[in-house]
Nanobody
Framework: QVQLVESGGGSVQAGGSLRLSCAAS????????MGWFRQAPGEGREGVAA????????YYVDSVKGRFTISQDNTKNTLFLQMDSLKPEDTAKYYC?????????????????WGRGTQVTVSS
């Protein structure tokens, strides 16, 4: 089993920055792949970024490339999402997800473990 707890959300103006954290515990094998997803009201859950924790390979959706950075700490127990140049369209609830293997990093159905989310609101 894997437990995930997100933090770091909040309200910022457009152009601002936030750093999300996801504290992970439980079987390390169960979180070789970790990702950030977001869901706006009335929308589906969208893959934002992911990392293969074994070698650090990262993945991003086009809309956040150059603005968001996914990373992990040296212990691999904390996942981060640095969000810069935030836009109103980034407003959503952000979720941390994990699994031992995912064939499609941006498909939420591929992840078994989820946190409860943290709200990010960007005003214009």
């Amino acid at each position: 089993q894997v437990q995930l707890v997100e933090s770091g959300g909040g309200s910022v103006q457009a152009g601002g920055s936030l750093r999300l954290s996801c504290a992970a515990s439980g079987a390390a094998d169960g979180r070789r792949y970790m990702g950030w997803f977001r869901q706006a009201p009335g929308e589906g859950r969208e893959g934002v970024a992911a990392i293969y924790t074994v070698n650090g390979r990262t993945y991003y959706v086009d809309s956040v490339k150059g603005r968001f950075t996914i990373s992990q700490d040296n212990t691999k127990n904390t996942l981060f999402l640095q969000m810069d140049s935030l836009k109103p369209e980034d407003t959503a609830k952000y979720y941390c997800a994990a699994d031992s293997y995912v064939s499609i990093w941006y498909d939420p159905r591929k992840y078994r473990y989820w946190g409860r989310g943290t709200q990010v609101t960007v005003s214009s």
